[in-house]
């Protein structure tokens, strides 16, 4: 584990009609394979027998994001509010930087001094693309964005509710990463981790939201890309869900409905990011 060193109102309904309303027209190649315009889609949650412990979580609707929170609205939040995130304030944060020989997993990560969700890799490298998952946020920061977007993040319950779609195979892995003709249909890492990327899905690290067929739910990315943030009662760190591009066949192989491990509160990585979900007052 890295350790970092050191209801709603109109107004709040107003911003998150904002934000859906943000993305920016695609390039050529996106709007082939990526989705660019981000919508909350409302499922109904009904299930008697959901992981987590969440029994609150039985015989609700609620409503989760389509795509995981994008830099791009991400940006606009911290235009609005001024926040910092914990990898800003602190000054760093943990990047997959894998060894040459991949033998040695202890240095498969390392702190890099400014990487944060401007700078996925470090300030020395690229600029995050806008469509693409915000990641180096932590469940602190992730709630600050639900917070002030009048949203809070999904429970464990919810998450897996939802990105099961409606299957009942959650615990055969590959039936989430691969169609039945054998085409990637989750962002996973692709050959042998971490000898050799093939990026055969088209990615060699994080894609932009949309790029892969939606679950039965319409929800897209709930398996791979980013692990992704949920709550879980009565702790005050959080449970990542999904998988992320890091996970392979050979490796981690978390990419399933139940794939899932803990999160500690104030730690953030280059593979982790989130979605926010509501549950809509009753009249």
């Known amino acids: 584990m890295i350790r970092s060193r050191t209801a709603v109102s109109a107004g709040l309904a107003g911003i998150w009609a904002a934000l859906l309303s943000?993305?920016?027209?695609?390039?050529?190649?996106?709007?082939?394979?990526?989705?660019?315009?981000?919508?909350?889609?409302?499922?109904?949650?009904?299930?008697?027998?959901?992981?987590?412990?969440?029994?609150?979580?039985?015989?609700?609707?609620?409503?989760i994001d389509r795509e995981e929170v994008t830099v791009r609205q991400f940006a606009r939040f911290v235009a609005a509010t001024g926040y910092r995130t914990e990898?800003?304030?602190?000054?760093?944060?943990?990047?997959?930087?894998?060894?040459?020989?991949?033998?040695?997993?202890?240095?498969?990560?390392?702190?890099?001094?400014?990487?944060?969700?401007?700078?996925?890799?470090?300030?020395?490298?690229p600029a995050a693309n806008p469509n693409e998952p915000v990641v180096h946020v932590t469940i602190i920061d992730a709630q600050a964005f639900a917070r002030w977007a009048g949203r809070t993040l999904?429970?464990?319950?919810?998450?897996?509710?939802?990105?099961?779609?409606?299957?009942?195979d959650k615990q055969r892995a590959i039936a989430w990463a691969?169609?039945?003709?054998?085409?990637?249909?989750?962002?996973?890492?692709q050959g042998a981790f971490p000898y050799e990327n093939l990026a055969s899905d088209g990615f060699l690290g994080i894609a932009p939201v949309g790029c892969?067929?939606?679950?039965?739910?319409?929800?897209?990315?709930?398996?791979?890309?980013?692990?992704?943030?949920?709550?879980?009662?009565?702790?005050?760190?959080?449970?990542?869900?999904?998988?992320?591009?890091?996970?392979?066949?050979?490796?981690?192989?978390n990419f399933s409905p139940l794939g899932r491990t803990v999160q500690e509160a104030?730690?953030?990585?280059?593979?982790?990011?989130f979605r926010t979900s509501s549950i809509p007052t009753r009249d």
């Open 178 to 189: 691969y169609g039945k003709n054998g085409a990637s249909i989750a962002n996973i890492w």
């Open 266 to 273: 104030h730690v953030s990585t280059s593979h982790i990011g």
């Open 212 to 253: 892969f067929p939606p679950n039965g739910y319409g929800l897209h990315d709930m398996i791979g890309n980013v692990w992704e943030l949920t709550t879980f009662p009565g702790s005050d760190g959080s449970v990542i869900r999904g998988g992320s591009f890091l996970c392979s066949l050979n490796f981690c192989a």
């Open 154 to 168: 999904p429970t464990e319950a919810m998450w897996e509710y939802a990105a099961a779609g409606g299957r009942d």
């Open 87 to 125: 990898a800003e304030r602190v000054g760093e944060s943990a990047v997959f930087m894998p060894s040459a020989s991949g033998r040695d997993s202890g240095k498969w990560w390392a702190l890099i001094q400014g990487a944060n969700w401007k700078y996925p890799e470090g300030p020395r490298r």
């Open 22 to 63: 943000a993305a920016p027209p695609a390039s050529p190649v996106q709007r082939a394979q990526c989705v660019t315009d981000p919508l909350v889609v409302a499922i109904h949650m009904p299930g008697p027998s959901l992981a987590g412990g969440d029994t609150k979580a039985r015989g609700i609707s609620f409503d």
